[in-house]
């Protein structure tokens, strides 16, 4: 079965940091791309950043570059969300989710859709305060 946790999320100012985590399990992902999705109270969730996990590549919303970084960590089959220069809109729940990518030879880029990401997990809340 498989498994996405979340957690570092909580409390912070704006202008600092905050590191989140995704603990995977219950498969191997090595063809799959891990992304990070945020949801505001009365907002859509939308992409946040996406990481392949084969390759390493990276991609992100414009809204985050150069603030936020996503890595991973196949060795703890973690994947983290660093997020620096926090804004108050940055506010949201945040979701680890995973979609396979390997297309028989290939790596796709990350989609930017929820729906197109099979595997979610509970969410961890990131509030930044004015």
């Known amino acids: 079965q498989v498994q996405l946790v979340e957690s570092g999320g909580g409390l912070v100012q704006a202008g600092g940091s905050l590191r989140l985590s995704c603990a995977a399990s219950g498969r191997a992902f090595s063809s799959f791309a891990m992304g990070w999705f945020r949801q505001a109270p009365g907002n859509e969730r939308e992409f946040v950043a996406a990481?392949?996990?084969?390759?390493?590549?990276?991609y992100y919303a414009d809204s985050v570059k150069g603030r936020f970084t996503i890595s991973r960590d196949s060795a703890k089959a973690t994947v983290y969300l660093h997020m620096n220069s926090l804004k108050p809109e940055d506010t949201a729940v945040y979701f680890c989710?995973?979609?396979?990518?390997?297309?028989?030879?290939?790596?796709?880029?990350?989609?930017?859709?929820?729906?197109?990401?099979?595997?979610w997990g509970q969410g961890t809340q990131v509030t930044v305060s004015s």
């Open positions: 990481i392949t996990w084969s390759t390493g590549s990276t």
């Open positions: 989710a995973a979609t396979p990518v390997y297309r028989g030879g290939y790596y796709a880029t990350p989609p930017h859709s929820e729906n197109e990401y099979n595997y």
